[in-house]
């Protein structure tokens, strides 16, 4: 079956502009993880959603990041004037519903290069 | 606070041959440990998951194991091949907190040469 995927694989952007990173998650999970990785280190947890609702952003690191899940399906990260500190990989993990004992799906993350 | 330390940070060995990865956390309280395989450029992809009351699991040619007394969880890979070439994430949850409580260690950059 169809896995994590996200769009787009990459994006550059100016500094001080505004960026959408997009996650679909497998079918039928509940759960939705957004963690953010530079070079050389472990993913950082930014956000994650249980259903519709965002159960826990404690992650993020300023009002300039936000993210949503609507339908409970998809999600979007959003970063508003964006700064050269944000380029990193922005990976998104879906599980079957949280608690810790249910395992993390992975996508292929947003490369996200600000200029 | 919750931290995760993996050593060591990069690993070069031939083809064939085992290697060992280590992971020390300070976790609390403790809920499952995991290890994750990530190649250049994709997500990461879970190897194993043990709870307190496992103390060794194996996927193919690999096989974790955990001691919770000391904190301390291995990575035993045996007759390496190049796809082994990775990095290894060890990421322990505790009950409790952000994004089910997960911490992550930095990994350990594995390369293997024919």
């Known amino acids: 079956g169809a896995g994590v995927s996200q769009t787009p694989s990459n994006k550059v952007t100016e500094k001080g502009k505004y960026v959408e990173l997009r996650c679909d998650p497998i079918s039928g999970h509940t759960a939705l993880y957004w963690y953010r990785q530079s070079l050389g280190q472990g993913p950082e947890f930014l956000i994650y959603f249980q259903g519709t609702g965002a159960a826990d952003d404690s992650g993020l690191p300023n009002d300039r990041f936000f993210a949503v899940r609507p339908e409970g399906s998809v999600s979007t990260l959003k970063i508003q004037r964006t700064e050269r500190g944000d380029s990193a990989v922005y990976l998104c993990?879906?599980?079957?519903?949280?608690?810790?004992?249910?395992?993390?799906?992975f996508g292929p993350g947003t490369r996200l290069t600000v200029t | 606070k919750n931290q995760v330390e993996q050593s060591p940070q990069s690993l070069i060995i031939l083809e064939g041959k085992n290697c060992t990865l280590q992971c020390n956390y300070t976790v609390s309280p403790f809920s499952n440990l995991r290890w994750y395989k990530q190649d250049t450029g994709r997500g990461p992809v879970s190897l194993t998951i043990m709870t307190f009351s496992e103390n060794t699991k194996s996927n193919g040619r690999y096989t974790a194991t955990l001691d919770a007394d000391t904190k301390q969880s291995s990575l035993h890979i045996t007759a390496s091949q190049l796809s082994d070439s990775a990095s290894y994430i060890c990421v322990v949850s505790a009950n409790g907190g952000g994004a089910d409580g997960l911490t992550f260690g930095k990994g350990t950059h594995l390369i293997i040469q024919p």
């Open positions: 993990a879906s599980s079957l519903t949280s608690g810790g004992a249910y395992e993390q799906y």
